[in-house]
T-cell receptor, first 114, second 112 residues
Framework: DTAVSQTPKYLVTQMGNDKSIKCEQN?????MYWYKQDSKKFLKIMFS???????INETVPNRFSPKSPDKAHLNLHINSLELGDSAVYFC?????????????FGPGTRLTVL | QKEVEQDPGPLSVPEGAIVSLNCTYS??????FMWYRQYSRKGPELLMY????GNKEDGRFTAQVDKSSKYISLFIRDSQPSDSATYLC????????????FGQGTRLTINP
């Protein structure tokens, strides 16, 4: 019954490494998002894809590269990890063309860069 | 200055108290206002949503929007320990594939 799932749940890695986080939704939504939540709980959008097309790309270092192989999946690849990348990363999905549409969030991936 | 400001708390109240959570914002284009609830180590989930100014009630929860003051509130009546969570306000200027702008979140604890 999982609506939005992410793997892995926890990720501990060294500075300079490359890592990926995967997201899948089974809600049939067209739009998916990546958010970053810092240690102060501030949640900020990074990217949004609508039906595999990038529609929102906030000011994010180009070490972060999202990829959407199909509209049910949105992965996030991070190159050359830095200490400041430590955060919780949330994937979310929604239908784009309804008034007051809700975004459904995954459980988050807690990334720690050492 | 952030587009959306929210007192991060923490806020601790006894069970049964009325809780008031607030956000202010600077972008007058915002039209859709939401409150998300986030339990510890979980993703946010939508609690309430309001379009433009006005009030909306759902059980023990009431959301208020005052666009003239750029101020939104969430009231929780008869608060329960299960209401203990972080509450995030969020807003956007248009529906559909919307870019939500979140407040910092207020951490709330209801003490039995």
């Amino acid at each position: 019954d999982t609506a939005v799932s992410q793997t892995p749940k926890y990720l501990v890695t060294q500075m300079g490494n490359d890592k990926s986080i995967k997201c899948e939704q089974n809600l049939g939504h067209d739009t998916m998002y990546w958010y970053k939540q810092d240690s102060k709980k501030f949640l900020k959008i990074m990217f949004s894809y609508n039906n595999k097309e990038l529609i929102i790309n906030e000011t994010v270092p180009n070490r972060f590269s999202p990829k959407s192989p199909d509209k049910a999946h949105l992965n996030l690849h991070i190159n050359s990890l830095e200490l400041g990348d430590s955060a919780v990363y949330f994937c979310a999905s929604s239908q784009p063309y309804e008034v007051g549409v809700e975004q459904f969030f995954g459980p988050g991936t807690r990334l720690t860069v050492l | 200055q952030k587009e959306v400001e929210q007192d991060p708390g923490p806020l601790s109240v006894p069970e049964g108290a009325i809780v008031s959570l607030n956000c202010t914002y600077s972008n007058s284009a915002f039209q859709y206002f939401m409150w998300y609830r986030q339990y510890s180590r979980k993703g946010p989930e939508l609690l309430m949503y309001t379009y433009s100014s006005g009030n909306k009630e759902d059980g023990r929860f009431t959301a208020q929007v005052d666009k003239s003051s750029k101020y939104i509130s969430l009231f929780i009546r008869d608060s329960q320990p299960s209401d203990s969570a972080t509450y995030l306000c969020a807003m956007t200027s248009r529906a559909g594939a919307q870019k939500l702008v979140f407040g910092q979140g207020t951490r709330l604890t209801i003490n039995p």
